[in-house]
């Protein structure tokens, strides 16, 4: 089992950044790490991810070029560092983890609230 431990929520005003961050109790196990996030009121949708091992990354054409994942080896932890924030990225953001059995996203945070005001 994978305990995916999020921290770095906030309020923020449009333009502004905030990072995230992700940190797998049990990294050996993990394959893939995901942001997810969910809007009021809409679906959850991912964000970005990262191979834990190759490090290669994906984004939703939504966050391109604003958002970036990375990991840290060292510290064990995935970051999701995310600049020029809109309203429209106000949302509860979850860290996902993949393992290495499964193809799906297993393992989730508790979430943490991204509010961006205008």
């Known amino acids: 089992q994978v305990q995916l431990v999020e921290s770095g929520g906030g309020m923020v005003q449009a333009g502004e950044s905030l990072r995230l961050s992700c940190a797998p109790s049990?990294?050996?196990?993990?394959?893939?790490v995901g942001w997810f996030r969910q809007p009021p009121g809409k679906e959850r949708e991912i964000v970005a991810s990262?191979?834990?091992?190759?490090?290669?990354?994906s984004y939703a054409d939504s966050v391109m070029d604003r958002f970036t994942i990375s990991r840290d080896n060292a510290r064990k932890t995935v970051f999701l560092q995310m600049n020029s924030l809109k309203p429209e990225d106000t949302a509860v953001y979850y860290c996902?983890?993949?393992?290495?059995?499964?193809?799906?996203?297993?393992?989730w945070g508790q979430g943490t609230q991204v509010t961006v005001s205008s």
């Open positions: 996902a983890a993949k393992g290495r059995v499964f193809s799906n996203y297993v393992y």
């Open positions: 990262i191979n834990w091992d190759q490090g290669t990354t």
């Open positions: 049990r990294p050996t196990l993990v394959r893939n």
